[in-house]
């Protein structure tokens, strides 16, 4: 087995999320353990009126300048990343090249938010009452866009959108643009800001959200892998690397925090919402992220899992764990913590797998004792766990049958 003759090094990560307004804290929150999943007077009649949000941050005020009002929340969630993750590189825009410069920033549903609210406007009071900004607010390539303005970046610039895994796909896109040449730094990763009465309307609608009954502590219901597991709880946030090849990155004096070693990707074609039931062709892109990375299954000792604690997703995953790895390296599952940040979720899992090598600890899952009998995995439950990791994967799935998987290596 080979892998690619590139070498891309992570060398800058930003993250902002509900249990973080930056990558530290953000760490420490996921290393707790505990959801600060809460009911939302915004979400009041709704059949889901609770989810995990970015709190304590005057978003347009960190985000500055003048041109905050045309940026729907999932923009200045992106920028605010991205700023860190540049920083944490040791870049500067005001003196790199910006024509080498890429930007690819994924997300599923862009302005969604923005969208129900420029109805809303719209049907109430008439065409005057919405902004003449409303078109910005709401297209999902301006989070790539305003972050390449900012940052005088001029080369590739892309939003792909592969719903939940649109984070781990932004990434491999990103690398591939630097295993090609097109570029030397690439800003890459994803965001997500959608948690309003529509979207939480449609999930509870569609039978994939949590419910929560009378008196019931939101911040308990996201249990991904366990026995009782009933569902989704909406997160939003957004996390954003800096890629570099690592040849280049090592000569410029940085450090980096990881490597991307390979990557995966296949379509289920099979159903809009439903994972396969068999996990067959997920478990291909798990196979094709190997096979890119040049690693065999049984060098892998860590698995950030997609784990979205519904019902068919987390057993899918749990059988397809299993028959990949049958040596049982550890797992984890951050959105029992965080909540599924749906298009942001692969990039800022990722993220979260970059600091479980770099810091040797795996975060456990939140609300898990143990994984259902029936799955043999070995979940990382109650505190973090401390150990020394060089090659994990971290899983996305999202809807529309699109897996991507990411393998990373300690640098």
């Given at each position: 087995m080979t892998g690619p003759a590139i070498a891309v090094a992570v060398t800058g990560l930003g993250m902002i999320t509900p249990v973080g307004n930056d990558t530290e804290s953000t760490w420490h929150g996921v290393c707790a353990g505990v959801s600060p999943a809460r009911t939302l007077p915004e979400l009041s009649g709704c059949a889901v009126d609770f989810a995990c949000t970015v709190?304590?941050?005057?978003?347009?005020?960190?985000?500055?300048?003048?041109?905050?009002?045309?940026?729907?929340?999932?923009?200045?969630?992106?920028?605010?990343?991205?700023?860190?993750?540049?920083?944490?590189?040791g870049l500067d825009p005001e003196s790199w090249d910006g024509t080498r410069v890429a930007v690819v920033v994924g997300t599923s549903s862009g302005g969604s938010a923005s969208v129900a609210d420029q109805a809303v406007a719209l049907d109430r009071r008439g065409p005057e009452a919405t902004s003449p900004s409303g078109v910005l607010l709401t297209i999902p390539n301006m989070p790539a866009a305003e972050i390449a303005v900012r940052m005088r970046a001029t080369g590739p610039s892309m939003a792909p959108c592969t719903a939940c895994s649109s984070g781990v796909t932004a990434l491999s896109v990103a690398r591939d643009l630097l295993a090609a040449g097109q570029c030397d730094?690439?800003?890459?990763?994803?965001?997500?800001?959608?948690?309003?009465?529509?979207?939480?309307?449609?999930?509870?609608?569609?039978?994939?959200?949590?419910?929560?009954?009378?008196?019931?502590?939101?911040?308990?219901?996201?249990?991904?892998?366990?026995?009782?597991?009933?569902?989704?709880?909406?997160?939003?946030?957004?996390?954003?690397?800096?890629?570099?090849?690592?040849?280049?990155?090592?000569?410029?004096?940085?450090?980096?925090?990881?490597?991307?070693?390979?990557a995966g990707a296949t379509?289920?074609?099979?159903?809009?919402?439903?994972?396969?039931?068999?996990?067959?062709?997920?478990q291909r892109a798990v196979e094709a992220a190997l096979r890119d990375a040049g690693w065999h299954a049984g060098e892998v000792e860590h698995v950030n899992a997609h784990g979205t604690s519904t019902p068919l997703n987390d057993a899918t995953e749990a059988a397809l764990i299993s028959r990949v790895f049958p040596h049982r390296p550890s797992v984890t599952a951050p959105k029992g913590v965080l909540g599924h940040c749906m298009g942001a979720a692969g990039a800022i899992e990722a993220g979260l797998t970059v600091l479980t090598l770099q810091h040797g600890v795996i975060p456990p899952i939140a609300n898990l004792d143990?994984?259902?009998?029936?799955?043999?995995?070995?979940?990382?439950?109650?505190?973090?766990?401390?150990?020394?990791?060089?090659?994990?994967?971290?899983?996305?799935?999202?809807?529309?049958?699109?897996?991507?998987v990411l393998a990373l290596q300690r640098a």
């Open positions: 709190d304590g941050i005057d978003l347009s005020a960190a985000v500055g300048g003048r041109t905050a009002f045309r940026m729907g929340r999932y923009v200045k969630l992106a920028l605010i990343a991205a700023r860190e993750a540049v920083a944490d590189a730094i690439a800003v890459a990763g994803a965001t997500e800001a959608m948690i309003c009465p529509l979207a939480m309307t449609g999930f509870a609608r569609s039978g994939v959200a949590a419910l929560a009954g009378p008196g019931v502590d939101p911040a308990v219901l996201c249990r991904p892998f366990a026995a009782d597991r009933a569902g989704l709880v909406m997160g939003e946030g957004a996390a954003i690397m800096v890629l570099e090849r690592e040849k280049d990155a090592r000569a410029r004096g940085a450090r980096p925090r990881a490597l991307v070693a390979g379509t289920d074609a099979h159903h809009p919402t439903s994972p396969h039931p068999s996990g067959a062709v997920a143990a994984p259902a009998d029936e799955f043999d995995i070995d979940c990382v439950t109650k505190q973090p766990l401390l150990r020394r990791i060089d090659r994990a994967v971290s899983h996305s799935f999202g809807f529309g049958g699109h897996n991507a």
